[in-house]
């Protein structure tokens, strides 16, 4: 009887923990994918999050490239995506981390080395369909994914 009550404490606390973590905030999970390396696009095409609740953005990078991560507001993906293009000539780009100067933008990570992971806080009050792309120069066409955010 031992045997099989503590398995199951356990079990429900973690339960219990789960729920109550979901409450206070929501952990989001995005990769680069690595295998094979260099392929220059996102584990996942389409990731959800409810909205009005606080949402952490954990981006992790275990590809051999430099990437980012962007969310952008909705429908401005080919825009935002132009800039980063247009940073292949900016002097400073590397030091902004290949990060555009746009009010498109809402939330973006520096530029995360290969075996490295940022996580980003934020929360998104209206539903919507959210950009999400990497502005490393090149990468974005192939590189992007959405924050699907409903009510
Ligand atoms: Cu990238």
New binding site residues.
Partial sequence: MKYILLPLIILSSNLLFGADEKKSSQSLILS?KADPPGQ?KFDQSEIKAKAGTPIELTFKNPDL?Q??VLILKPGTKDKVGALADAMLTDPDALKKHYVPTSTDILHSSKLVNPGGSETLKFTIKEAGEYPII?T?PG?WRL?NAVLKVEK
């Fill in positions: 680069a220059m490239l990437h980012n990497c490393f990468h590189m």
